[in-house]
């Protein structure tokens, strides 16, 4: 089956600062990527979703200026989580889809930890 | 390394009847376990979460079981209507990674 990858596997960043987290399709074009978050002992939530080459649509209540997504290209999505804070502290997992497909391939996702 | 199998892959119901999804995993160390329903072209949507503490959790119409030691869990759907139509994932999360089963497809006929 298709491959999702994210990059990092694992963060650790201090207060204040910005990390950046990658979501590719290794071996198909991915018109759509999602992106969740899951915080410890809560359900797996729906961040947003990006269409290459268009803004993202964030769900309610996520912040679009504090998680900047870009999906620059049809295998890169990127997420950014600026001026990141403890409470940003989180297991982030990205999914893909391609042009016409309604599967989708779950990268294995970032665990980001903010001192 | 975890694997994860729903079945049946695919089932067709006429709308009210009772059904159960099944999902299977291959290694009991697992933090917490996830049923997803998943519309054609859209995300996830979280429906129940089990922690690996709990044996059931319930919302609704709709009740997921958790037996950790056989590496089993279910959903199951009563009185099934034709806006359950969907995909259906659980996912097991070990605490450093999601393991997404390949989804029941639901159809529940009016």
């Known amino acids: 089956g298709a491959v999702v990858s994210q990059h990092p596997s694992w963060v650790i960043c201090k207060s204040g600062t910005s990390v950046k987290i990658e979501c590719r399709s290794l071996?198909?074009?991915?018109?759509?990527m999602f992106w969740y978050r899951q915080f410890p002992k809560q359900s797996l939530m729906l961040m947003a979703t990006?269409?290459?080459?268009?803004?993202?649509?964030?769900e309610q209540g996520v912040e679009k200026d504090k998680f900047l997504i870009n999906h620059a290209s049809l295998t890169l999505s990127t997420l950014t989580v600026t001026s990141a804070h403890p409470e940003d502290s989180s297991f982030y997992i990205c999914?893909?889809?391609?042009?016409?497909?309604?599967?989708?391939?779950f990268g294995p996702g970032t665990r980001l930890t903010v001192l | 390394k975890q694997e994860v199998t729903q079945i049946p892959a695919a089932l067709s119901v006429p709308e009210g009847e009772n059904l159960v999804l099944n999902c299977s995993f291959t290694?009991?160390?697992?933090?917490?376990l996830q049923w997803f329903r998943q519309d054609p072209g859209k995300g996830l949507t979280s429906l129940l979460l089990?922690?690996?503490?709990?044996r059931e959790q319930t919302s609704g119409r709709l009740n997921a079981s958790l037996d950790k030691s056989s590496g089993r869990s279910t959903l199951y759907i009563a009185a099934s209507q034709p806006g359950d139509s969907a995909t259906y994932l659980c996912?097991?999360?070990?605490?450093?990674?999601?393991?997404f089963g390949t989804g029941t497809s639901l159809t529940v006929i009016p």
């Open positions: 999914s893909a889809t391609g042009q016409g497909d309604n599967e989708q391939f």
């Open positions: 071996d198909f074009q991915a018109t759509t």
């Open positions: 990006s269409n290459e080459g268009s803004k993202a649509t964030y």
């Open positions: 290694d009991s160390a697992i933090y917490n």
């Open positions: 089990i922690q690996s503490s709990q």
């Open positions: 996912a097991v999360n070990t605490g450093n990674q999601f393991y």
